[in-house]
């Protein structure tokens, strides 16, 4: 099973290596990492393939939530999701087996973007495991070099985010300190 | 209505509303334009002698007044020389804000003089680290650090502030209020769950009090004695833990853990409700877990939901502030005992209670915790129990890391919170001095210790310039081995005592070290002195330097033996064995 964490975090410096700085601090290995804006040009979304036991993870998490800069971190291993990723394979293949190719890709819905004489770049996307089962497919037809853009998820429960309010400072207090003399 | 000023003013102008007294730092280029406007300013600068020793003692100011420490150091160096004060208030949950200079902005990324990746390399010694770049940015991101540092889970926070913001001119208007909207604070607790503890813990056969850090930084000390009076529980507190309760009070057993008392190790093990008060299971107090209280069920009760369950899965979680959470639970034990007093269930409980609280004294009197004394050599258990009488539990005493540092949290009673300093989490060895500098620059009028060995002493000895030059009346006493004591130790018990790299060689002569810094300094290594020697330097208005000689071999019992369980403690050193006449 995927173990896959997704967080919503503020976009600014930094917040990107905190979180991942949490996983390598404890050795823990990451699979993929993807991020991105969301509606809110503020806030990223990152999802992180990990490895990592169950009740490591949630000690992970809970650390993530600690973060200033992350406002919601769930774990959606156990909880219904979308996971996806894409591939791009590309494929030398001797001229008897490019039809053969071709129809692997149909099969896994995949799109043809280059064609030559030296073989074919396949795009596909899908869940992570019907991508590895592609790539060892294509594998079988001659050299690949595959580059995976990392799990994306999202949960099938929307979940309430809580966000905290505005605290008051101290300087905003009634009494107004005294002038500083300027220089 | 807003001004136009200098960052550096408006840095300043904010640390004012924050209601900072005191900086602890040691200027340099990129900081002179802040320097300049703290000039003559109402807010004391204290010049340390090197950085570390700016955040030590920004911890000592903070861990002795609740309040938040700020130090402050200049680009590359000046901020890489704090790392190991800021990693040393993340572990122990010491609330300070770190001001740093930066290059230019546009400098940044470019090898610049002192350019150091302040940022970067904080990053992971911080709660929270900022860089600022443009003055816009300022006043909000200073008072962020100041609700960071002082909320929740306290922590050092840092700012790293670029030079064009200092030099720059911008608007300042006084900042409202902070946005953070992914930083959330628990405070109130679980109704249910607190409710659940109430019933756990009146119902308990054997209750224990198992208290930490967390206990002072909520300022609960009130809150935790009638806790204390309801439940009747033996209390144990941690290194961190200590003054929480006073020392004197009866329900008080003593320190866990490595080199805690026997009473409390048992009293942990057998106990049959733990109930743990903002405190982490510590390795230190744990050691293996899996031997750790196994048949007690555990309410843990924490500011952190990080820590709840990361060591130990407690039966009833609560995640809020303690100063919230006691009374509330207090008033459900009150509610709880009223309703069956005199029942045969209640009595049958009080039997248990009473039988537990015979067990638990004949554990301290099996293997309690003593002053040893000799008639040749000053002990260092000696040495502890006269700063516990000299100190009338009243002293400020800022403790190094190692065997003396062991002593002191077995031998010196507290009566309250805030008079022990420590480096627990990190124990950074060098707090000790720095740390009495902090603790005296925000109590004027308080005796202050720095209790430290001839080791830590040593990491931080620039400091008696600090102390000579600012006319801090510290009591610097050196507990002198001649060792590496703690290391010492572990070499002597598990290494074939092969004393590799411990014997430290060329200590100074304390008297001529005090006079060449302008105050009185003793060495003293007769038992008979210690005392007058001790009163000396209490009497002495200004700083004092005593050395004092301990026997070199003393061993630091008990001590469980690492991945032992707690209950397997090593009381006292093997038995001579006797060879059997041929």
Known sequence: MLQVISLLMENKPGALMRVTGLLSQRGYNIESLTVARTLDPELSRMTIVVDVDAVQRQQVIKQMNKLI??????????????????????????????????????????????????????????????????????GSYGEVEVTRSGALAIALEARKLRLQPPVPTKAGSKEELQAEPQP | MSTLMSGARMLLECLAREGVDCIFGYPGGVTIPFYDVLYEHRIRHVLVRHEENAAFAAEGYARSTGKVGVCCATSGPGATNLTTGLVNALMD???????????????????????????GITRSCTKHNYLVKRIEDLAQTIHEAFYVASSGRPGPVLV?????????????????????????????GHTGQIRRAAQLIHEAERPLIYGGGGLIAAGASPELRETVELTDAPVVLTLLGLGALPAEHPNFISMPGMHGSYAANMALTNCDAMIALGTRFDDRVTSHLAAFAPHAKVVHVDIDPAEIGKNRVPDVPIVGDLKRILPKLNRLLTELAGAE??????????????????????????????????????????????????????????SDVGQHQMWAAQLIRFSGPRLWLSSGGLGSMGFGLPAAVGAQVAHPGKLVFALVGDGGFQMSIPELSTVAGNHLPIKIVVMNNGYLGMVRQWQTLFYNNRLSAVKLDGFPDVEKLAAAYGFQGRIVAKPGELRGALEAAVREPGPYLLSVKVSPMENVYPMVPAGAAISEMVLGPPEPVEVPAK
């Not at chain 1, 394979?89 to 190719?101: F, G, H, I, L, Y």
């Not at chain 2, 740093?100 to 940044?108: A, D, E, M, P």
């Not at chain 2, 030079?163 to 720059?168: A, L, M, R, Y």
């Open chain 1, 69 to 138: 800069n992350v406002l919601q971190a769930s774990d959606l291993t156990e909880s219904p999701a979308v996971v996806r990723e894409l591939v791009l394979v590309r494929v030398r293949t001797a001229q008897e087996s490019r039809t053969a190719v071709l129809k692997e890709a149909e099969i896994f819905a995949g799109r043809v973007v280059d064609s030559s004489t030296e073989g074919f770049v396949i795009e596909v996307t899908g869940d992570p495991e019907k991508l590895g089962e592609f790539i060892d497919v294509m």
């Open chain 2, 160 to 188: 790293d502030i670029t030079k064009d913001v200092f030099q720059g001119q911008g608007h300042y208007q006084p900042v409202a209020a902070v946005h953070l909207p992914g930083y959330k604070v628990f405070t109130e």
């Open chain 2, 341 to 398: 007093a005199k029942t045969p269930a209640a009595e049958k409980r009080t039997a248990a209670r009473r039988a537990w609280w015979r067990q638990v004294r004949e554990w301290k009197r099996e293997h309690p915790l003593r002053v040893e004394t000799s008639e040749t050599e000053i002990k260092p258990q000696h040495l502890m129990g006269e700063v516990d009488r000299i100190s009338g539990g009243k002293a400020i005493v800022c």
């Open chain 2, 93 to 119: 949950s010491i609330p300070i804000v770190a001001l740093t200079g930066q290059v230019t902005s546009k400098l940044i990324g470019s090898d610049a003089f002192q350019e150091g990746d302040t940022f």
